[in-house]
């Protein structure tokens, strides 16, 4: 019988200042160690205890895992207290990561589950029949709004963009940080952007020396028109997903026709492609305290769901009508 | 299986196995080592605390940590302990702790040393609430070693009278102890765990449908204005399982011991997370000194409790997640009744 709380050594062969607070690590371990975007990994300090991370770093290399951490409590602040040449534990990965290649990993486990579920349902709200999903072969292009350290669990995904996802999937990022200084990743901006991928930044409030947006992250969406016939993975602190829920909402109520049945990009009647998105096309990682990781101790629980096997990222359409979920 | 046969077993169970058995103390009846095969009382009441512990601990080491690396804890081997007296509202529980931890290598080396002995003794009503009956055909549905059907000429009560009882063995162990105690007259039969309600149109599947797809915030808030989040339901309750899992180092320098302990959903810190303070809107609130957490009010906390037993538990597990022993109100110092809380449920 598999122990499910052991971990593997993992050896911090690399660590680089991100922005303040925050760290970057690179974890060495013997043997292959496979992930995919938006998967979560338990990381191991015994005597400070486990937490719940998603790796940030290309997950080709299947024996390096990338974390980028801010120290916010007891257990990171150990971590950014060590040096490189020291270990620490990893177990993992759990739960299910963003949908990937045009969608045809949909999340098979909770999302049935889900299905079942809400079937059963008298007031018929679930929508989410999977006759009126996106068909696999239409491509799907991507709308990424991050906040804060929401670009974290996304970054696996945009550094692997020809593994998980079709040349033609174009992607477009709504990031908002507090200042310029908090951008992370900012070594790679240049490389997404040669890589036509359509990356808005903007920041809470006005400094010199910046010409770009000003505003929380949704006030990129007055500025720039959304990628059409899109899907959109969110990531952040709870409250900015309020907020962007209720643009993309205004955004559909606007008159704009959405995905027809068929899966066919629908078109307006000026024969403009469709951007809207629907909520079974709006995906979200969720954090909960986690303990376990496997679905028992029921500190991640959220309503039918766990976050650490059913999630992170959940549905929008799944999870809407669960109290306390966003 | 007479009075003096029964005493003939738990003297060779005695001599045999260390045994837990409900016995009566001050009036009461409590679970406690059996010493004097003559204290054991089989009978239709209550013992305050479930048998809970023997299955899921209160604290176990999953690990001793040096450093980095964790070494599994050792577990006992081989060394049967017997518990004797689970009533047939109790039995439930051990089905859903089966299921929940069928994977998990601590639980099934613990549930694999345990022999257990079942009765069909059942509680008065106030501590029956799911009005469970015994019938002799269902008990294949239900986990033991062996199981005493006290006939129906014998008198259940509290006073000692001749109790005839049928006797069933529902594994090869339970089977040995009987055959080695001398006792032969027993049916075999093959206990498969696997009670499954059938729910539809039942009162449970109305409480898992409300809770689930009519969530009415109103019950859950009045609640939350009595409810103290003591957690003392949480620790009586058989079916509460939740834990955490928890770093004590030892006094030598970076070792110690990761242990598995029991949480509770009304417990501040269990849906804290790491990060600035916050308000109740998720807004930052600066010298709140609350960590952000998921159940912020006393209302989310115990419609969380609730969901999890009637909602999430029988979608995960095919069962209810409550065996109706009362005990939650028995403990609760504010007086909450669950068995009030699930009219206002099924009427919401």
Redesign the interface.
Known sequence: MINPYQTLTAQITDIKDEVLNMKRFWLKLDEEFDYSPGQIIFLSIPGFGEAAFAPCGKSDDKRTVELCVRHVGKLTGKLHAMKIGESVGIRGPFGHGWPLNNFQNRHPEPFAKSQDKLREGSDGRYEGDSSTLPQNDKKKNILIVVGGMGLVPLRTLLLNREKYLSPETKIQIFYGARTPDDFLFKENFDRWKKEEIDLQLTIDKACLGWNECVGVVTALFDKYPIVENAAAFLCGPPIMYKFILQKLQEKNASGEPSRTASGEPSRTTSGEPSRTISENDIYMSLERRMHCGIGICQHCAIGPFYTCKDGPVFRYADIKNIPGAI | MNSRQFSKLVSYLSKNYQIYATQEENGQVVIDELHDAKKAVLDNRLPFYSWKRFFVPECES??E??????T?SSREQGKQTVLLGINFVDLKSIILYDR??A???YY?SRRNNLLIIAHNFLPGPENNLAHVEYKEENLKQYSFDVFLAAQENSVIGHKKTEIEYRVFAGSEKGEKVLRESGYKDYQRIECLGLLSEDRSGSAMNVFR?KL????N?KIWEELGRRCIECGKCTIVCPTC???????T?SLEV?Q?Q?Q?CW?A?FYQ????????STGS???PQAGSGQAP???KTTA?KI??WY??KF??IP?EHSITGCVGCHRCYQVCPVGIDIKKVLEDVYNS
């Open positions: 999953l690990f940590y040096d450093g980095v690396s964790l599994p929940v931890f994977a998990d290598t099934q449908d689930t797809n009519h969530h915030p399982f939740c834990f955490r899992l928890d770093d180092p970076g110690g990761r598995r949480d959903c810190e269990f849906s804290e997370v790491a990060g600035p809107t998720g807004s957490k998921f159940l989310e419609h969380f969901y999890h909602a999430r979608d």
